[in-house]
């Protein structure tokens, strides 16, 4: 694209032709004031926070609707425009409540970011706030206070632009407006918890996340949705040790800048009935003495030359890495055991925005590893050790129960305590995605990095360690110390995966296709 | 000048059928139905022609009401949360049932200055209604409104379409009675 340069309050930058002043200004490193303005949603002009000091213009504009073009240079720091901000922020409060600190936007709310910074005046208003309905429940994850609404109609665009349906509305006028849904339509579309991450104030908020947690406590790491194959980036925001929250990540290659309702909601097995030590036949034990015991098995088996008497079982919900050491497992220490998986988890729904049928967050990188998805071939003929790694393949299909029980001993390398946990010999923990690095490949071959975001919860460890730890029992090893090790190994002996440098993969993935990294946005 | 486009009354009229066999309780009648087939013609796209069919439904069927409203929105493709919106926005619009004969008097500048005030209490009390209501009978609406750009006949007030005006505290209830006498 064409390059221009502008001026932004006296500094000379280039930025791409076309390009409004709101994301000028956002690449010369400054923020301008909006609240109507969303990339993903588009201008809309109401909120009159944006305006702005051209030259050669003698009336202030608003920036989300002016252009940039070669030598354009403009202003946010003169007295004219901090004179209009303030001004406008004082119609904006004039009916709004000063109740931030029992609003649960407070700390992420751009009225109270606006107004410390540009602000600070005694009200003129002599009459009486006019009061709107506060806690209404507008559908069932989202909850309305018409008083703190601005107006800025951005869960109305959201609702006709993205998802088409249309359910939110502003009605009434002047000092009366505020926003509603259309009697008997509540606000259920799957993307409804979007209206809260792009309502600018504490007008709309989530009912899963209000009063848990004040934000200024989270920290936030960028991560990856496991609700589906599409893989849509998040921020897993999290507080000891506990996730509360996803967010939708920017990422304009899967997700833009949304994500579903049933996806974000797919955290909580991150906190709840978590393995967190091993349990050897229903006894909590050490790791190292259970992990002896397994490995003690294997080496029965390899050493009497019956390793096609071991199975592993992987699994689709497992990270790229999980797969690739469980691979290595079985065909190099192992020497030829049997390997594959199971889509266990039910197809869910999938539509014309994100939400994907297939439930798995890596069912393509179990293909591009040549991993078969059937676990028949797996379990059908019993033998000594069997391993399940990840998931709940028997709390997902039950009938898998007198296959497991042809093998002498099941063990259990997973994050939760589930049905497939109880029936196992040995359960040894491993850490979820929130607890270590790592990537998964979504349904279009994108292979994404997710980031670790707390300590390994109890004796959890990370699952290629674990494996490493058993292989040591036959005399053989991994030499894998982190995930770089595992990926050096990964693209040496991987065709799929050979065009992919870890290091590269940035925030926004590399399509596995292409062999080049969609964005040089390195970490 | 080139006139409208002539209309594909066809297109129009299929779609009309569809909504109304979806068994709502309120449709056009077929007069209606026809000048509102010629109202699409007018307009670049049916979501344009929301305000000129919201007028139609309420000369129609009196008021907006929410059958009304989703009637509407059925008609122009539109969602009915939108048809809401623009409803509440505009206050001729009205959300509940209006007397036959609504009366619209204007107290702004100068029909007060005219005594358009004392116009207003005599109407109040010849109806034995406050603004904004209506009469039992059904017969008389009763509302106040800004400028309705007819000074030269101050005190002056909207009845349905027609304008009347000079109006004194007398003559308000001769006007009355005689409406109520047309009513019947």
């Not at chain 1, 109401?46 to 009336?59: A, M, T, Y």
């Not at chain 1, 994907?356 to 890596?362: E, F, T």
């Not at chain 1, 959890?460 to 360690?465: N, V």
Request: glycine letters at 8%.
């Amino acid at each position: 694209m064409a390059k221009v340069k502008i001026q932004v309050n006296g500094r000379e930058v280039e930025v791409d032709e076309g390009l409004n002043l709101i994301e000028a200004a956002r690449i010369a490193g400054v923020e301008v004031p909006h609240f109507c303005y969303h990339p993903g949603l588009g201008v809309d002009g109401n909120c009159r926070q944006c305006l702005v000091e051209i030259d050669g213009i003698p009336k202030l504009q608003i920036a989300c609707n002016s252009f940039v073009k070669d030598g354009l240079a403009f202003r946010t720091d003169t007295e004219r425009v901090t004179r209009m901000q303030a001004g406008v922020l004082e119609f904006l409060f004039l009916n709004h409540p000063l109740d931030c600190p029992i609003c649960d936007q407070s700390g992420e709310c751009l009225l109270q970011d606006y107004y410390i910074s540009n602000g600070k005046y005694e009200s003129r208003l002599d009459t009486d706030k006019r009061h709107k309905r506060k806690a209404v429940p507008v559908g069932p994850r989202v909850m309305l206070d018409a008083e703190r609404c601005v107006l800025c109609s951005r869960c109305v665009r959201f609702c006709d632009k993205v998802t088409g349906t249309g359910e939110m509305r502003i009605v009434n006028r002047g000092n009366r407006a505020e926003i509603t849904t259309y009697p008997d339509r509540p606000l259920e579309n799957d993307y409804s918890l979007c209206t809260v991450d792009v309502c600018p104030v504490g007008a709309l908020t989530s009912k899963d996340f209000r009063f848990r947690k004040r934000v200024w406590h989270l920290q936030s790491a960028k991560s990856l949705c496991t609700g589906c194959s599409r893989g849509c980036n998040v921020y897993m925001e999290h507080e000891g040790g506990k996730v509360y929250r996803y967010r939708p990540r920017e990422n304009m290659h899967v997700n833009d800048f949304w994500m579903c309702d049933p996806g974000r909601l797919t955290y909580t097995p991150l906190n709840d009935e978590r393995l967190d030590v091993a349990i050897v036949t229903g006894e909590e034990r050490t790791l190292p003495e259970s992990i002896e015991q397994v490995g003690t098995w294997i080496n029965i088996a390899v050493a009497s030359g019956q390793s096609d008497s071991v199975a592993v079982l992987v699994s689709p919900q497992s990270s790229t890495e999980t797969l690739y050491a469980a691979k290595r497992f079985a065909k190099d220490i192992l020497g030829g055991a049997r390997i594959g998986g199971g889509n266990v988890r039910p197809a869910g729904v999938q539509d014309e925005i994100l939400r994907r049928a297939d439930a798995n967050p890596n069912s393509k990188g179990l293909e591009m590893l040549g991993l078969s998805a059937d676990p028949a071939a797996v379990l059908s003929a019993g033998g000594t050790v069997l391993l399940v790694i990840d998931d709940d393949p028997l709390g997902m299909n039950p009938d898998l129960a007198g296959a497991f029980g042809k093998f002498e001993h099941v063990v259990y390398l997973g994050s939760n305590e589930n049905a497939t946990s109880a029936k196992a010999e040995i359960a040894l923990p491993i850490t979820p995605h929130s607890e270590c690095d790592g990537t998964f490949v979504n349904f279009e071959g994108r292979v994404q990095r997710f980031w670790k975001a707390l300590t390994p919860r109890g004796d959890s460890l990370w699952s290629p360690t674990i494996m490493g730890r058993i292989a040591e029992f036959t005399g053989q090893e991994f030499g894998w110390k982190s995930v770089r090790d595992l990926w050096a190994d990964l693209q040496k002996t991987e065709d799929a995966f050979a065009a992919i440098d870890y290091a590269s993969l940035g925030e926004v993935g590399a399509a596995a296709g292409s062999g080049q990294p969609a964005s040089a946005s390195a970490e | 000048m080139q006139p409208y486009a002539k209309p594909n009354l066809d297109i129009a009229g299929r779609e009309a059928c569809h909504v109304e066999s979806m068994g709502h309780s309120v449709a056009f009648s077929d007069a209606s139905m026809e000048r509102f087939r010629h109202l699409l013609t007018r307009y670049p796209n049916k979501q344009a022609a929301l305000l000129p069919t919201l007028w139609m439904a309420q000369q129609e069927f009196g008021w907006i009401s929410t059958e009304v409203i989703e009637y509407v929105s059925e008609l122009l493709e539109l969602p009915p949360s939108h048809v809401y919106g623009v409803v509440s926005f505009y206050t001729m619009y009205y959300r509940k049932p209006m007397g036959k004969y609504h009366i619209q008097l204007c107290t702004n500048l100068s029909c007060m200055l005219m005594g358009g005030s004392t116009v207003l209490d005599a109407l109040q009390e010849k109806l034995g209604i406050g603004l904004g209501e209506t009469t039992a009978d059904g017969m008389f609406s009763l509302d106040e409104v800004e400028c309705l750009a007819a000074c030269e006949m101050a005190p002056c007030c909207q009845m349905n379409d027609e304008y009347h005006g000079p109006l004194t505290p007398e003559s308000v209830g001769r006007f009355v009675d005689e409406l109520r006498a047309r009513g019947k």
